[in-house]
């Protein structure tokens, strides 16, 4: 039996998407949405789907099995809903959205509707990150390091905190997001940050934060998108015995036996498509990264992103772990 999935928002993820879905026995993209019409058409044309200009046109012209969002973070809200009275089983990019607020809305619908989700956090994937986890289980860390040094990337919403949300929260939460499972829970802490002018738009360039993890493990995290290309994006980690750095390529572990280096062996984002897909036709349970397990990422990420544009306390209603 086809799995039929609609896509909505043809961009730069969308397409990345599309080509890991078409790879997949009975799957098929069978339409596509973007206000940005043509972009929907050349991107439809690639799985020999059908092109609309929304999403309110795909779901009402299709019949679909399952619905990707990968819109910018300001697009989130009533394409979710939409799927939610419809009962369609949702992968939703991250962020979940700019603001808190309207994540928290959408994840009381989803549990409501029981709606099976999946959150696009590939990095949970990554078998390098696997690895990483069963050897801090027998070391457990007592510092992580995490740094999203890059440029800004060049899509129009981006560099504006109403339509992305910011940096902490629209790029630096995937390493907030392993942080969470290689670490534990965030407690609390500080948080800085500071806009230099120099770039358009007007969220922060540069922000840090130190935290402390439920485990009495700390943590730093910093992110800049002043540079002119990627320049350091990964977690560090610290352990007795035992020092890790993850990026989303590699895996370098020093310890008593010296230092090695593990490239990873699997595409994070064919993973998670396959995982999604699988849960979608009954035959898997791997969705790694849930909507109401994003959520706990998603609260961090705007306590720390409130805290480095206020007053530099990073306030947890509840550790970030813990069910509301
Ligand atoms: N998991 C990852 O590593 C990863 C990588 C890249 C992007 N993303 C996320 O995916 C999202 C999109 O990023 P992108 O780089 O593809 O952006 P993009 O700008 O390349 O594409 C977004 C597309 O969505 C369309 N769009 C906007 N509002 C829409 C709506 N209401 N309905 C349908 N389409 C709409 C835009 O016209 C655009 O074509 C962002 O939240 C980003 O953080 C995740």
Redesign the pocket.
Known sequence: MTTRIGL???????GRHLDSLSTLDDVRVVGV????LE?AEQLAARAGARAHP??QQLLDAEELDALYV????H?HGA?EEAAVDRGLPLFV???LATDLATAERLAARIESAGLLTAV?Y?WRYLDTLEHARELLAASPARMVLAAWLDKA?R?P?WSWQEQSGGQTV?QAT?LFDVARVLVGEVVGGAAVGSRSGSAPGDILDVTTAALTFDTGAVGSFSNSCLLPRGHRIGVELVAPGLGLWLTEHQLVVSDADGERTLDRQVDPIAAEDRAFVAAVRGEGDDVRAPYAEALRTHRLVSAVAAAAAGDGVVELAQPAGVPA
């Open positions: 909505v928002g043809a961009g730069f993820i969308g949405a973007d206000p940005q972009r929304g999403w990968c819109v910018p973070p697009g394409v990019e991250k962020p696009g590939h990337p899509v919403w629209e995937h």
